[in-house]
């Protein structure tokens, strides 16, 4: 029967094989340093001389360390030698030696001698080689060996696993030196070991077990070593413990009938991440196994239910922590998904190119942004271009709805598009999804992408500028380069309105639309910008001087209150929002406002009261915390308006 090669051991090479004699000499000494010889006869198992075999000869490199000093391969159908004979020059000095057949000859079933007695550099004894003298060994090279055994788990029960057997090196590390995999009833043998010291590891271990060495150690450094002898059959078991897992049972609302899983999430990196899952059985039961000893969170999720996590949340950040010790087996971590909502629609006249696929995703507000919810299956229809899609897993909420072309061949052929042809979540046409209900008709079309560019003069700083859909809902901004420059690229087919300067700051400019309308007028005093599948330029601002409030701030005792903010802003929050500072006297000067009617507000920083405190004509102090009595104070563009009185931050 053939056998097959060693880990650390390589056919031999035609080249190999007419080569007379290799010597490497790795010390580098010099010519003239004294020298000694080491030779002699090595032999095979049974005592005839071994023709081809390797000699390295190694020497002290520090405690319990050995380091290659030099090493001859002879082969026997090239020397001139008698068969395994050898004659190696060293310079003087004590070395220990060690002979085994050549890596290419890895069919050979000799294992390694260390002279004399030893199977490696450690159980080796001294050779010490005078000027001039010749120190003659006669090693034996010894049989093979080989270690059986079984892995098993709780119970008894076999375990499938890779058995490493990691050998004992000159410079005191441990080198693989290959293995093999047990049966399905845990059982394995390894063979062709040369004898000597060694420790044994598990690898590929199955999920659901801890990986560990011999004996019950988890690595490799705390492994109990194990003395392999020639021509013999050693033995060692493996009980594997089970890491820890989590179970428990789902139970669906009545209408579930699709996929459900439960994904088990562990704390990394300061996010929770996904680590394991398992679906849900019929009978509602899941078992997530082969966790860790750490905390970890649990979440069930499906195309017609809404993602619960336990005991409470619909993601992981909001669920409790299970603890988990080593092979803890949690049980009863029960969860109960409600019903999903869920959203229709079609894709009309999607182009795609040579390649590709619509990628829907449900985007839902929460607060004053929009958290991507989950991706729905898109699907062509009839013999035209149009597809239709459906999204799942939805929770009651407001939601938009926006398609991307995920993997084209060169470059999308369309740019991102939201329902309501937004090239953005917060700038579609937000709907409703009621959970356990079907919202149909939210139709997306899309086209080949277009751009809006420009510059904005006047300015010294950086300015915002904001694009705006048809409804007046904010799609997205961009911020001029140092030369004033802006580009939206990228953007669906459409009509949209641009706006300049509209971020609160303090500056003396005042915002506008294009096409040079005054931020007063509101949307519908803007110009609109027609965008179809091309670059429009030109779309320009120059930033003129704003009108100015001025007014001044002082404490119940009648002091300047010195470093506070205030603000001037629209009744309606629909004009841009401008802010100062008041100065050592109390002073201030709100600047940048257009032609409109703004309210004064004193911060709560420094207003004295637990709320911010609006200019107020009638009250005693001219401040109030109501928003309703605040009177409004009219400005018009590069003109100050002066309030009637000092305002006092104090409540009336």
Same mark, same amino acid.
């Given at each position: ?27 580098? !000494? ?37 380091? +290659? ?18 004659? +190696?020059?060293?310079?003087?000095? !004590?070395?220990?030696?060690?002979f085994r057949a050549p890596d290419e000859m890895w069919w050979e079933d000799v294992g390694q001698r260390c002279w004399s007695g030893g199977y490696d550099v450690w159980g080796a004894t001294d050779i010490v080689?005078?000027?001039?003298? !010749? ?66 590891? +598990? ?44 179970? =428990? ?12 899983? @439960? @994904? ?16 849900? =059985? ?20 499906? %195309? ?46 999607? %182009? ?20 991507? @919810?989950?991706?729905g299956e898109s699907v062509p229809v009839g013999v035209g271009n149009d597809w239709t899609y459906a999204v799942g897993s939805l929770p009651t909420g407001t939601y938009v709805v926006c398609v991307n072309h995920?993997?084209?061949?060169? @470059? ?34 899309? $086209? ?35 030369? =004033?420059? %802006? ?50 330029? $030109? ?47 109390? %002073? ?65």
């Amino acid at each position: 029967m053939p056998r097959r090669p060693r880990a650390g051991r390589a056919p031999i090479s035609g080249v190999a094989l007419v080569l007379a004699l290799i010597v490497t000499l790795l010390t580098g !000494t010099s010519a003239t340093a004294a020298t000694g010889t080491l030779n002699g006869i090595v032999s095979g198992p049974d005592g005839t001389p071994y023709g081809s075999f390797m000699v390295e000869v190694y020497e002290a490199d520090g405690p319990d360390r050995w380091r +290659l000093a030099a090493s001859q391969t002879v082969w026997q159908s090239s020397t001139a030698l008698p068969p395994g004979e050898f004659s +190696l020059a060293l310079p003087t000095g !004590t070395y220990r030696a060690c002979f085994r057949a050549p890596d290419e000859m890895w069919w050979e079933d000799v294992g390694q001698r260390c002279w004399s007695g030893g199977y490696d550099v450690w159980g080796a004894t001294d050779i010490v080689l005078a000027e001039g003298g !010749t120190t003659t060994v006669t090693p034996s090279l010894p049989l093979e060996a080989r270690l059986r055994g079984r892995v098993v788990g709780a119970g008894g029960a076999g375990v499938s696993a890779y058995v490493a057997p990691y050998r004992r090196m000159p410079d005191g590390t441990w080198q693989w030196r290959g293995g093999e995999q047990s049966l399905a009833d845990g059982t394995f043998v390894v063979p062709d070991l040369d004898p000597g010291t060694y420790r044994f590891c +598990l690898l590929d271990v199955p999920r659901e077990f801890l990986p560990e060495c011999w004996e019950d150690v988890a690595s490799l450094d705390d492994a109990q070593e194990v003395t392999v002898d020639p021509d013999t059959t050693s033995a060692i078991y493996f009980r594997v413990a089970r890491r820890a897992t989590i179970s =428990g049972s789902v139970t669906r609302p009545p209408a579930s009938t699709g996929y459900v899983s @439960v @994904v088990a999430y562990r704390r990394q990196a300061d996010r929770w991440q996904y680590t394991a899952a398992d679906d849900v =059985g019929g009978d509602g039961g899941y078992r997530i196994a082969g966790l860790d000893a750490d905390t970890y969170r649990v979440c069930a999720s499906g %195309y017609d239910v809404v993602t619960a996590c336990w005991r409470h949340g619909s993601q992981p950040a909001e669920a409790r922590d299970i603890v988990l010790a080593t092979s803890q087996q949690r049980t009863g971590i029960d969860l109960a998904p409600g019903p999903a909502g869920f959203v229709e629609g079609t894709l009309p006249e999607m %182009y795609l190119g040579a390649q590709g696929y619509p990628n829907v995703t449900a985007w839902r507000r929460v607060g004053d942004d929009w958290e991507a @919810v989950a991706t729905g299956e898109s699907v062509p229809v009839g013999v035209g271009n149009d597809w239709t899609y459906a999204v799942g897993s939805l929770p009651t909420g407001t939601y938009v709805v926006c398609v991307n072309h995920q993997e084209p061949e060169f @470059v999308p052929a369309f740019p991102h598009t939201c329902n309501g042809g937004s090239p953005t979540p917060q700038g579609g046409e937000p709907f409703e999804v009621i959970a356990g209900a079907t919202t149909t008709g939210i139709d997306i079309a899309t $086209g080949q992408a277009g751009e809006i560019r420009g510059r904005v003069n006047g300015a010294t700083e950086p300015v915002r500028v904001d694009l705006y859909m048809p409804s007046g809902r904010l799609a997205t901004t961009r911020t001029t380069d140092a030369n =004033g420059y %802006y580009r939206f690229r990228e953007i669906p087919s459409g009509s949209y309105f641009v706006g300049f300067h509209r971020e609160t700051a303090a500056s003396s400019l005042a915002a506008e639309w294009w096409r040079n309308r005054g931020d007063g007028g509101g949307l519908a005093g803007a110009t609109p910008v027609p965008v179809d599948a091309a670059i429009v330029s $030109g779309i320009s601002a120059t930033l003129d001087p704003g009108g100015t409030i001025t007014g001044r701030l002082l404490d119940g005792s009648g002091d300047p209150v010195v470093g506070c903010q205030l603000r001037a802003r629209a009744p309606d929050n629909a004009l841009a929002v401008r802010r100062t500072v008041t100065d050592a006297e109390g %002073y201030f000067a709100v600047g940048g406002l257009s032609t409109a009617s703004y309210l004064v507000l004193v911060t709560r920083a420094c207003s004295g009261a637990a709320t911010g405190l609006y200019y107020d004509a009638d009250s005693p102090t001219r401040t109030n915390p109501q928003v309703r009595d605040a009177d409004p104070v009219a400005v018009v563009r590069g003109q100050t308006a002066p309030l009637a009185g000092d305002l006092v931050a104090a409540t009336p």
